[in-house]
């Protein structure tokens, strides 16, 4: 059985600010159409009563060569009634980052501070044994989610 990857979710506050967020940071592009969900299938799917969902997907940069918007996704839905998650660590068990290659990590992080993030540690330049040298930095984007922006060498 063949598998492929598709997409990662994030539960926003503000589903269309966030998604802004990463258009303008990350350039990821929307790929229509924007969800509007809703019904008795949801509320079974979610486990939740009168479960509604807005949002959209956002193509990831590199993952779409051939231009046909394919690739892996950053699903950006709100739900009606989001459960809040104050304390978001690097090391809390689970989903702890997503990553982006970038060409030049200092620039990108002062766009994703331009735009509303937040550093959580500092941007480290370091060999790796093995695999080579990295450019690296952990940031939180306007809702608190981590990520990793990196470039090896």
């Not at 990857?5 to 990821?28: P, Q």
């Not at 997503?98 to 766009?111: G, M, P, Q, T, Y």
């Not at 080579?132 to 060498?153: L, T």
Request: charged share 25%; aromatic share 8%; proline share 5%.
């Amino acid at each position: 059985m063949k598998t492929k990857f598709s997409h990662v979710n994030l539960v926003s506050r503000d589903w269309r600010k966030l998604a802004d967020f990463y258009i303008k940071v990350f350039d990821c592009r929307p790929k229509p159409p924007e969800r509007n969900l809703s019904g008795e299938w949801l509320d079974k799917l979610t486990d939740l009563q009168d479960a509604h969902i807005q949002g959209i997907h956002l193509v990831l940069p590199g993952s779409d060569a051939d231009g046909d918007s394919a690739g892996p996704t950053l699903e950006i839905f709100q739900y009606d009634h989001n459960k809040a998650n104050p304390h978001k660590y690097i090391n809390i068990e689970g989903f702890g980052h997503i990553a982006f290659a970038v060409e030049n990590v200092e620039e990108k992080l002062r766009l994703l501070l331009e735009h509303g993030g937040s550093t959580v540690g500092e941007l480290i330049d370091t060999k790796i044994a093995g695999v080579g040298k990295i450019s690296v930095v952990y940031a939180k984007d306007p809702e608190g989610n981590i990520i990793e922006i990196q470039k090896w060498d």
